[in-house]
């Protein structure tokens, strides 16, 4: 049996598929996810499927900013881990930021608020997640830290502002956690994923037309799907990649070389 990865943000989209990704590879599972009552019913179903898969699974549905709620994650693994193994494996695909133009005259603006949640929520919050990991030393000796990023990183999109600065300091903090965690033993790296039809990307205003554009753009003719970004984080995880370190790895189907 394999060790336990941590899936933050593992209840939809990039994260969920690749919570059931890496339970195919036989990981044990810790959760961790904010959803509605209105949802559960869906998300308890998507969970099932994986338990159904034979590994160990802990969901907690609870809010991955605040320090008490990380503790209260450590605690219950803390009482799982002796018997069963040590973290291997961190997955950061927490989307919770503000889609508001610059520039309005008839409704709300970006605000610095704005992007100081954007940017604790999107990237900060990697990590703290990290460094609290290894201070529980809760993690094993070959770690592979993975985040998601998106071409939003280098390309203005409109009201992307917040979630764009966002991007940028997750790759940056990605990079230094693979130069600064590397002598203990961590992998970190980021994976830029194609336009994905996901719930986060319909919040997105005019991510109909960002998808026409995509579809124009891709050479294969298709979004990427969620599976496409599971399947080459479950490459990352494998012992053969533990020489890729601090990249940023496009998996688009070749949509950003055009």
């Not at 060790?3 to 195919?24: F, P, Q, R």
């Not at 605000?111 to 999107?122: G, H, K, P, S, V």
Request: aromatic share 6%; proline share 4%.
């Amino acid at each position: 049996m394999k060790n336990w990865a941590i899936i933050l943000g593992g209840s939809s989209g990039l994260g969920l598929a690749t919570a059931k990704e890496l339970a195919h590879l036989g990981w044990n599972l810790a959760i961790v996810h904010r959803d509605r009552k209105s949802v559960m019913r869906e998300v308890d179903a998507h969970f099932a499927e994986i338990a159904a898969m034979g590994v160990s699974l802990r969901t907690f549905n609870v809010d991955a900013m605040k320090p008490e709620k990380r503790q209260a994650v450590f605690d219950e693994l803390k009482t799982i881990l002796p018997a069963e193994g040590n973290i291997g494996v961190l997955v950061h695909s927490i989307a919770k930021g503000n889609l508001k133009p610059m520039l309005s005259e008839d409704g709300p603006r970006l605000q610095q608020d704005d992007f100081q949640l954007t940017i604790e929520a999107m990237a900060i919050s990697l990590y703290e997640w990290v460094q609290a990991l290894y201070e529980s030393k809760l993690f094993g000796k070959d770690t592979r830290i993975i985040s998601f990023t998106s071409e939003g990183n280098r390309k203005a999109w409109q009201n992307y502002a917040a979630v764009s600065a966002a991007k940028a300091a997750l790759e940056a903090i990605t990079r230094n956690i693979a130069l600064e965690f590397a002598p203990y033993g961590f992998r970190a790296n980021c994976v830029q994923a194609g336009t994905t039809d996901t719930a986060s990307l319909r919040m997105i205003p005019g991510s109909e037309q960002l998808k026409a554009h995509s579809l124009q753009r891709n050479p294969f003719g298709r979004l990427t799907q969620p599976e496409d970004v599971a399947r080459v984080v479950g490459l990352l995880v494998q012992p053969e990649a533990a020489w890729i370190n601090g990249a940023v790895i496009p998996v688009d189907g070749g949509e950003h070389i055009r």
